[in-house]
């Protein structure tokens, strides 16, 4: 039987078989048989990564494919459908809290516990921070518990940056302002003042992906 080579694209050789030779069990049919599973119509994967471009969102970046690690750079690296960190954050905030109660400053050191999700366009997030119990002045001027939520969770652009709620278990709510950037450190800030009584909190943390 007489082969003849043809190659087709630029990765893909198809072996088409015709003419008859007059070897035994020939039937003059025209045969094709591909070399090493290859064919014509596999899927494209123009940046080689492995994913072709039926499941790579963007088939001329090798460093995004399914399965990635999702990084803050306005692209989808994990092709889920969420651009830059999504899913569960948690961490620790360290929060200062410093009140001016009655003339005289009070300042108090906190450790409060993060949890967020950041989804599609938003980043739900909560800090609560548990002053501790012995201390009559924190359990006075902030309360059993104060809780930190965004008053918009809605995410555009690298940071998320708006009004914070600080509300506290003694009744008392007032807003602060509030950023959580991924540019470089997963670091949250929040500062704020009462009517009431001068008080201010300075936070930052760190956040991890869970
Ligand atoms: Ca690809
Ligand atoms: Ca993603
Ligand atoms: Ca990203």
Same mark, same amino acid.
């Given at each position: 039987m007489m082969w003849t080579l @043809? =190659? @087709?694209?630029?990765? =893909? =050789? /198809? &072996?088409i078989g015709g003419g008859d030779t007059g070897d035994a069990g020939d039937t003059g049919? /025209? +045969?094709? +048989? &591909?070399d090493s599973g290859d064919s014509g119509e596999a899927p494209r994967d123009l940046d080689a990564d492995g994913y072709d471009y039926t499941v790579d969102c963007l088939d001329l970046n090798a460093d995004v494919h399914p399965g990635a690690t999702e990084i803050w750079n306005g692209l989808d690296d994990d092709c889920d459908g969420v651009i830059d960190a999504d899913g569960a954050w948690s961490g620790s905030i360290a929060v200062t809290a410093t009140a001016v109660y009655e003339g005289r400053p009070y300042s108090f050191a906190l450790s409060c516990p993060f949890v967020g999700t950041r989804g599609l366009d938003r980043f739900d997030w909560t800090v609560t921070c548990t002053p501790d119990p012995e201390d009559e002045d924190a359990q006075r001027m902030l309360g059993s518990s104060l809780t930190i939520t965004p008053e918009d969770a809605a995410v555009e652009g690298q940071t998320w940056e708006g009004t914070a709620i600080v509300a506290s278990t003694s009744g008392w709510d007032t807003d602060a302002a509030a950023e959580i950037g991924w540019s470089t450190l997963d670091a949250a800030r929040f500062v704020s003042s009462l009517s009431a009584f001068s008080l201010t909190l300075d936070a930052k943390g760190n956040l991890s992906r869970d």
């Open positions: @043809l =190659t @087709l694209g630029c990765s =893909t =050789t /198809t &072996v049919d /025209t +045969a094709i +048989a &591909v």
